[in-house]
C-alpha cells in the first residue's frame, strides 16, 4: 500500500506535462485549420490592382502551403504605364495626382514584394531580369512563414524629374491574396528543440511541486 501512492504520483508527473504539451500542441493547428476552412468559404479576389493594370501582369499559384517555396511573376509594359501616368499628371487639375506623383514618370522602373508572414529571396527594389519592347519582367521565390489568409504586396520604384530635380517615388501597384494552407509537420521538425524544452521544463516543474508537497 506504501508503494502504490509514490507509483501514483510518478505516473501523474509524466502525464501531466504530456497532456499539457498536447494541448499546446493542438489548439495552434486546431485555429489554423479552421480559419484556412473558414477563409475557402470565403469568395474574395486573389489580385487586387492598384492601378488600371491588368491584373494578369501578376502570376501567382492558386493554392500555397506553409513553408513551401512558391514562384511569383512580374510581367509590366513599364513604357506603356509610364506615358499613362504622365497623361493623367498632365491634366490633372493642383491638387490632384496619383498616389502622390509628380513631374514626368520614367519607363525605368524597379520593383518589389513583400509581406509581413513571407520570406522573399530578394528583398527590396529589384530591376528587371529582362526587358524588350517595353515591357520588363521581374521574378521572386516566395516562402510563407504562417498559415492562413495572408497579402503579398507589389510595389513599384519610379524615377520622376520636375524641372531639374530627380526624385524616387515608391508607388503602390497591387495585393495578392493568399490562403496558405497550415503544415504541421514541418512546424514540428523546425520546433523540435523548443518542444524538447518545453517538455523537460514541464517535467521539472511538477518534479519540484511534488518534491515540496512532500
Known amino acids: ?20 504539451l498536447l494541448v499546446l500542441l493542438i489548439v495552434p493547428f486546431s485555429i489554423n485549420s479552421f ?3 473558414m477563409s475557402g468559404k470565403r469568395q474574395f479576389n486573389p489580385v487586387i490592382m492598384k492601378l488600371p493594370v491588368d491584373s494578369t501582369a ?7 502551403k506553409q513553408y513551401e ?13 509610364a506615358k499613362f501616368l504622365n497623361e493623367i499628371v498632365a491634366t490633372a487639375s493642383a491638387g490632384t495626382s496619383i498616389q502622390g ?10 520593383a518589389e514584394v513583400a509581406g509581413e508572414d513571407f520570406e522573399v529571396n530578394s ?7 529582362s526587358g524588350y519592347g517595353g515591357t520588363a519582367n521581374w521574378r521572386w521565390r516566395v516562402t510563407p512563414e504562417s498559415s492562413g489568409e495572408q497579402v503579398l504586396k507589389f510595389q513599384l520604384h519610379l524615377l520622376t524629374q520636375n524641372d531639374v530635380q530627380v526624385d524616387t517615388k515608391i508607388l503602390s501597384l497591387a495585393e495578392a491574396n493568399f490562403s496558405v ?3 504541421p ?4 521538425k523546425r520546433n523540435v528543440l523548443w518542444i524538447a524544452l518545453l517538455l523537460l521544463l514541464l517535467v521539472g516543474v511538477f518534479g519540484l511541486r511534488r518534491r515540496y508537497a512532500r
Open 181 to 183: 494552407q497550415a503544415n
Open 1 to 20: 500500500m506504501r508503494n502504490s501512492e509514490p507509483e501514483s504520483g510518478f505516473n501523474f508527473n509524466l502525464i501531466m506535462p504530456a497532456a499539457l
Open 101 to 110: 506623383i509628380s513631374g514626368m514618370v520614367s519607363p525605368d522602373m524597379k
Open 123 to 129: 528583398s527590396g527594389p529589384q530591376d528587371p531580369i
Open 185 to 188: 509537420i514541418e512546424w514540428m
Open 58 to 64: 501578376i502570376t501567382i499559384p492558386l493554392s500555397v
Open 69 to 81: 517555396s512558391f514562384d511569383v511573376a512580374l510581367n509590366l509594359e513599364t513604357k506603356q504605364l
Open 35 to 37: 480559419m484556412h476552412f
